[in-house]
């Protein structure tokens, strides 16, 4: 018998085969309804001994697309390290749109601003239902990849709500994480308490910049021309203040670095383990060549 023939198709149907059956399949919650749009998350429990560190992490698809479940292998990866994982369902205010140069700017802001705004709802809920899904909400991060890691950092660094409003009080999360991910606006950086964030950020990034330039690249007279600030950008400025921020740079490396959370599962553990430790963290970074 050729063992060739059967070898290929075994390994077609390994690589068919869904993710979500390689671990324990994560349960569904509904975290908010807002419109024609029901709201929730896979919560991804610890598959060994628990940690007591729960992430909620936010996909990318450009505001446009994306889904929850094919965040799978990197929910799976943390949970096999004990860790409590919710992998949030948003609005995708532009789906079957664009978020190219030819879409408005006002557009595009809200499309960031109810990503925002959802993302602080499912924190809400999180804190609101603790006990049952155990979260310490002491030991909370947030994380999000491309889009997603669009929609963390304008939460914390939110330009969207006046500092003078009383009203808002934001939550304060562990720490942060975000793969290719950029601000809108500098500003809400410099008064923001310090806390632990991590980036990741490839230099050749064409559609999130890695230091400050339009979104996308777009020109000045395009419709959706719009400046915002990645990884390299938020690092020099965290460092002036000695901030606790970590920032990795691949260099020469694209947009493909948004996908880092599903193989960089140490340096997201020794981030996060380092930051519920208290231990003091430095601004440091790392370029990768």
Known sequence: MNNKKLYVPALWLLLCIPAFLYGSAPSREIYAVKGADTLWFDHYRPQTAANGISVLFVHGGGFTGGDPVNQAPFAEGLARMGYNVFVIKYRLYLKGKSFGCETVVPEKLKAIRLAVEDTRDATNYLRGHAAALNVDTLKLFLAGSSAGAEAVLNLVFNPFVSRKDSSHKPFRYAGLMAFSGAVLDMNPVYVQRPFPVLLMHGTNDQLVPYATAAHHFCNATDAGWIMMSGGYTLFTEMQKKRWP?????????????????????????NFMQNAVQGKKQAPVHFVEK
């Not at 970590?246 to 880092?260: Q, R």
């Open 245 to 269: 921020v970590t920032l990795y740079t691949y260099e020469g490396k694209g947009h493909e670095v948004a996908s880092f959370m599903f193989r960089k599962f140490k340096e997201m553990d």
